[in-house]
């Protein structure tokens, strides 16, 4: 079981990573530093997309409009934040030494 649970803080973490790695991305397009015209540049905004769309689809109804400002992927790193570190990790603990 603490495999599962390990394996499954890996994967939140990666999407932490890719979630901040699309950050990052969308304010180099904002200030353009990176060209959107390229079409590797382009294939890879629109793959990340595609992956994160769900996770902001349900955050993006319930939280208000801000502007230009989307605060949904800070709420998804929040909520990755929390599951990994108050969720999983006692889980993990608890397998992990047989508690």
């Known amino acids: 079981m603490a495999i599962l649970l390990g ?8 999407l932490g990573w ?8 969308s304010w180099l397009i904002a ?6 015209h390229s ?3 382009r294939n890879f905004i629109v793959a990340l997309d595609r992956m994160t769309a769900p996770l902001y689809r349900p955050i993006r109804r319930i939280l208000p409009d801000f502007g ?12 990755i ?3 990994r570190g108050r969720v ?3 889980l993990i603990d ?4 047989g508690g």
């Open 94 to 97: 608890r397998y992990r030494f």
């Open 68 to 79: 230009g400002l989307d605060f949904s992927p800070l709420v998804v790193l929040l909520i």
């Open 7 to 14: 394996i499954l803080d890996a994967l939140l973490q990666i």
């Open 18 to 25: 890719v979630i901040l790695g699309q950050v990052v991305l």
């Open 31 to 36: 200030f353009n530093v990176l060209n959107v």
């Open 88 to 90: 999983l990790g006692p």
């Open 39 to 41: 079409g590797g540049v």
């Open 81 to 83: 934040w929390i599951l």
